[in-house]
Each structure stands twice: as structure tokens, then as C-alpha cells.
């Protein structure tokens, strides 16, 4: 299994994000995926973990209602939609399945 992220950026307050995780060798349907993220200083700390098939998501209770994961099987990719961004969403964010991690994509929130 192999996991690339990829989307991140320097965006302003209030903007929005998608970020990707394409995956490789990955049994897209038969596991779960779950995105993490570390901020400056900080432990890695779990964004959302989403079951097989992600029928079932469940979300940081602080970061519900401005982030969302989602897939799309045609391209083995899942993705997290970030919005109403803010500076303490600063972090490398890092998807992680079936015991791989990503090696992250950094999220800058900055005026």
C-alpha cells in the first residue's frame, strides 16, 4: 500500500482547502481511512476516520461541520475539504490506511 498526498498550500482565513490522498495497492473498499494532522510543536492528532466504503465518518468533535472526507473509487482517492479555514488549522495533514502513512502535505493558514 502506498499513500500520496497531495493539495496542500499558504491560504488566507476563511479560504478553503481539498486535499488528496491517492492511493496505490490499496483495497479501496475493504478498508478504512482515517486523516491525521500535526501542528507545529504539537502530536499528531486525528482529523477523521472514516469505515470501510466510508459509509461511516466520525470527526474531531472540534473540527465537525468545516471538514469533510469523501471518496472517489474511479481514481482511488479520498479527499478532505477543509473550510472556513483558520490560523490554528495550520498542521501537516497526513492520511493514513491499512497500517501506511502518507507522507503529509503542509496546510499554512495565514494572512
Known amino acids: 500500500v502506498r499513500l500520496v498526498e497531495s493539495g496542500g498550500g499558504l491560504v488566507q482565513p476563511g479560504g478553503s482547502l481539498r486535499l488528496s490522498c491517492a492511493t496505490y495497492?490499496?483495497?479501496?473498499?475493504?478498508?478504512?481511512m482515517n486523516w491525521y494532522r500535526q501542528a507545529p510543536g504539537k502530536g499528531r492528532e486525528l482529523v477523521v476516520a472514516?469505515?470501510?466504503?466510508?459509509?461511516?465518518?466520525n470527526y474531531a468533535e472540534s473540527l465537525k461541520g468545516r471538514f469533510t472526507i469523501s471518496r472517489d473509487r474511479a481514481k482511488s482517492t479520498v479527499y478532505l475539504q477543509i473550510n472556513n479555514l483558520k490560523p490554528e488549522d495550520t498542521a501537516v495533514y497526513y492520511c493514513?490506511?491499512?497500517?501506511?502513512w502518507g507522507q503529509g502535505t503542509q496546510v499554512t493558514v495565514s494572512s
Open positions: 472514516s469505515n470501510t466504503a466510508g459509509g461511516v465518518s
Open positions: 495497492g490499496y483495497a479501496f473498499d475493504y478498508y478504512g
Open positions: 493514513y490506511a491499512a497500517g501506511t
